[in-house]
C-alpha cells in the first residue's frame, strides 16, 4: 500500500472526528447551538427591542432544563436601531465570524429585507421574524419561516369590525411609507373592497417624523370616524396625542405591532384608553371575548411557566413583563420544538424538515402550520393565519372583542 501523507491523514482524522461527534454543521458544537438574532435597543422603535430580551430569557430557561438533547442555546443579539444598515454590517458580522446555526426573529421589515438575500443565499434558517410582511413568503423560501400574521390580515379584520360591528362609515389610515405601512393599506383597500367602500384618507409618514400636525388635519379633514394605524409606538403617541389637542378623537384602531397596552398607555400618556388593536396571541383563548384580562389567559398554562421561569429569573430587575416580551418567546417556540425534533443529530436541513412537520402548533400564539417547500405555493411558509381583536380599557387591561379570526392571504397585485 502507498503510504497516506501526514498532512492528508490528520485531515481525514479531523473530518472523522467532527462527523462522530455530530458538530460539523455551522454553529452547532457537541454542547451548544449559537443562533442569531437583531432588534432595536435604541432609536426610533426601541419599545419594541423587548422581543430579543424576551427570546434570550425563553433560552436561558431552556438551558436550565438541560437545553436541547445536551447542547445548551446560546442567543447572539445586537441593537441595530430599526437601522437596516446596521442590521446588514451586525449579522454578517456574527455570521462570518463567529458562525450561527439560524436566526431566529428580528425586528422590523426593512432591516428584514436588508439580510434576507443573504440568508437564504447562504442556506440558512431564519425562523419568525418579528414583523408580519409579506416578502418572508413571496416567493415562499425553503430557509425562512414565517410566524408572525401579515400584516394584510390585521388590516382586513380591523375594518371588518370597524365597518360591521361599529357601524363606522368613513375610514383612513395612517402608514409608515414602508413595506410595513404599504401593506397595512394594501389590506385595508382589499377589504373595504369587499365592502364596496373606499378609503376617505391614506396618510403616509415617515419614520422621522416628529410634527403630526399636518398628518392629523388631513385626517380632520376627510371627517373620518376610525383611522388605522401602521406605524411604531412613538408615532402613535404624537398622533394621538396631537389628534386630542387638534379636537379630532376617532376610534382609532391599531395593528399587532402596538398592542402592547401597558406600555402604550405609558407612552400615550393614557391616552390609547378605549383603542382597538389586532393581537397575535398570548391573550385570547376560545370563548372568552369580553372578558378583560391582563396578559395571561388563565387557561394559558405556558404563560405562567414562562412568567415564573423565564422572566423572573433572567429578565433585568427593570425589564416589564409584557406583550412585547412574551412576542420574543412565541415568535421563537416553532424553532425550539423543531430542535427537539431534530434529536441529537442535528443538521439544517433536518431542522428545515421538522418546521415542515408543524401542523396546528400550539404555543403562546395562535395555531401555526408549515407544508412541505413549493416555490408556488406561499401557504407552505406562512405559518399563523389568524389574529383576534382587543380594546385597551382605562387601566391598561385587554377588554377580548372577538374569538380568532382567520384572515385571508392575498396573493400580490390582486
Same mark, same amino acid.
Given at each position: 500500500?502507498?503510504?497516506?501523507?501526514?498532512?492528508?491523514?490528520?485531515?481525514?482524522?479531523?473530518?472523522?472526528?467532527f462527523?462522530v461527534?455530530?458538530? +460539523?454543521?455551522?454553529?452547532?458544537?457537541?454542547t451548544?447551538?449559537h443562533? /442569531?438574532?437583531?432588534?432595536?435597543?435604541?432609536?426610533?422603535?426601541?419599545p419594541?427591542?423587548?422581543?430579543?430580551?424576551?427570546?434570550d430569557?425563553y433560552f436561558?430557561?431552556?438551558n436550565?432544563? /438541560?437545553?436541547?438533547?445536551?447542547? %445548551?442555546?446560546?442567543l447572539h443579539?445586537?441593537?441595530?436601531?430599526?437601522n437596516?444598515?446596521?442590521?446588514?454590517?451586525?449579522?454578517?458580522q456574527?455570521?462570518e465570524q463567529? /458562525?450561527?446555526?439560524?436566526w431566529?426573529s428580528?425586528?422590523?421589515?426593512a432591516p428584514?429585507?436588508?439580510?434576507?438575500?443573504?440568508?437564504?443565499? $447562504?442556506?440558512i434558517?431564519?425562523? !419568525?421574524?418579528?414583523?408580519?410582511?409579506r416578502?418572508w413568503?413571496?416567493?415562499?423560501?425553503?430557509?425562512?419561516?414565517?410566524?408572525?400574521?401579515?400584516?394584510? !390580515?390585521?388590516?382586513q379584520?380591523?375594518?371588518?369590525?370597524?365597518?360591521?360591528?361599529m357601524?363606522?362609515?368613513?375610514?383612513?389610515i395612517?402608514? $409608515?411609507?414602508?413595506?410595513?405601512?404599504?401593506?397595512?393599506?394594501? !389590506?385595508?383597500?382589499? $377589504?373595504?373592497?369587499?365592502l364596496?367602500? #373606499?378609503?376617505?384618507e391614506?396618510v403616509p409618514?415617515?419614520?422621522?417624523?416628529?410634527?403630526?400636525?399636518?398628518?392629523i388635519?388631513?385626517?380632520?379633514n376627510?371627517d373620518?370616524?376610525?383611522?388605522?394605524?401602521f406605524?411604531?409606538?412613538?408615532?402613535?403617541?404624537r398622533l394621538i396625542?396631537t389628534?386630542?389637542?387638534m379636537?379630532?378623537?376617532?376610534?382609532?384602531?391599531?395593528t399587532?405591532?402596538c398592542?402592547?397596552f401597558p406600555?402604550?398607555?405609558?407612552?400615550? #400618556? !393614557?391616552?390609547?384608553?378605549?383603542?382597538i388593536?389586532?393581537?397575535?396571541?398570548?391573550?385570547a383563548? #376560545?370563548?372568552?371575548?369580553?372578558?378583560?384580562?391582563?396578559i395571561?389567559?388563565?387557561?394559558?398554562?405556558?404563560?405562567?411557566?414562562?412568567?415564573?421561569?423565564?422572566?423572573?429569573?433572567y429578565a433585568?430587575?427593570?425589564e416589564?413583563?409584557?406583550?412585547?416580551? +412574551?412576542a420574543g418567546?412565541?415568535l421563537a417556540?416553532?424553532?425550539?420544538?423543531?430542535?427537539?425534533?431534530?434529536?441529537?443529530?442535528?443538521?439544517r436541513?433536518?431542522?428545515?424538515s421538522e418546521?415542515?412537520?408543524?401542523?396546528?402548533?400550539?404555543?403562546?400564539?395562535g395555531?401555526?402550520?408549515?407544508?412541505?417547500?413549493?416555490?408556488?405555493?406561499?401557504? +407552505?411558509?406562512?405559518?399563523? $393565519?389568524e389574529i383576534?381583536?382587543? %380594546? +385597551?380599557?382605562?387601566?391598561g387591561r385587554?377588554?377580548?372583542?372577538?374569538d380568532?379570526?382567520k384572515?385571508?392571504?392575498?396573493?400580490?397585485?390582486?
Open positions: 500500500m502507498k503510504r497516506i501523507p501526514t498532512a492528508v491523514f490528520l485531515a481525514m482524522a479531523i473530518v472523522l472526528a462527523t461527534s455530530g458538530f +460539523c454543521e455551522e454553529g452547532v458544537t457537541d451548544e447551538i443562533i /442569531g438574532q437583531w432588534g432595536p435597543q435604541t432609536g426610533p422603535a426601541a419594541w427591542g423587548a422581543v430579543a430580551r424576551g427570546t430569557a436561558k430557561m431552556i436550565e432544563n /438541560g437545553g436541547i438533547h445536551g447542547r %445548551q442555546l446560546i443579539y445586537f441593537d441595530d436601531a430599526y437596516p444598515a446596521k442590521t446588514k454590517a451586525g449579522v454578517k456574527l455570521q463567529t /458562525g450561527m446555526f439560524a431566529v428580528g425586528v422590523g421589515t428584514g429585507l436588508a439580510v434576507k438575500d443573504y440568508l437564504m443565499e $447562504q442556506k434558517p431564519w425562523i !419568525g421574524p418579528s414583523t408580519g410582511s416578502h413568503v413571496e416567493p415562499p423560501q425553503k430557509y425562512l419561516f414565517n410566524v408572525y400574521p401579515l400584516y394584510l !390580515g390585521d388590516a379584520v380591523l375594518v371588518d369590525y370597524a365597518v360591521n360591528q357601524g363606522k362609515k368613513k375610514i383612513a395612517i402608514y $409608515q411609507n414602508d413595506d410595513y405601512g404599504k401593506q397595512g393599506l394594501e !389590506g385595508a383597500e382589499y $377589504q373595504l373592497g369587499k364596496d367602500m #373606499k378609503l376617505v391614506a409618514v415617515a419614520v422621522a417624523d416628529t410634527d403630526m400636525k399636518p398628518h388635519m388631513k385626517l380632520k376627510s373620518a370616524d376610525a383611522v388605522l394605524l406605524v411604531t409606538p412613538g408615532t402613535v403617541a396625542g389628534g386630542k389637542a379636537q379630532f378623537e376617532p376610534q382609532w384602531l391599531s399587532t405591532t398592542g402592547d406600555l402604550m398607555m405609558a407612552i400615550t #400618556k !393614557g391616552l390609547y384608553e378605549g383603542v388593536s389586532a393581537s397575535f396571541g398570548m391573550g383563548v #376560545k370563548g372568552n371575548i369580553g372578558e378583560v384580562q391582563g395571561m389567559a388563565p387557561e394559558l398554562d405556558l404563560m405562567k411557566k414562562y412568567k415564573t421561569e423565564a422572566y423572573e429569573k433585568a430587575e427593570d416589564r413583563w409584557g406583550y412585547t416580551f +412574551c418567546i412565541g417556540e416553532p424553532l425550539v420544538e423543531a430542535l427537539r425534533r431534530c434529536g441529537r443529530d442535528l443538521t436541513e433536518k431542522l428545515v418546521l415542515e412537520g408543524l401542523e396546528n402548533f400550539k404555543g403562546i400564539m395555531d401555526i402550520t408549515y407544508q412541505p417547500f413549493d416555490p408556488e405555493n406561499p401557504i +407552505c411558509r406562512i405559518g399563523q $393565519q383576534y381583536l382587543q %380594546q +385597551c380599557t382605562a387601566d385587554s377588554k377580548i372583542l372577538t380568532w379570526q384572515t385571508v392571504y392575498i396573493p400580490k397585485n390582486e
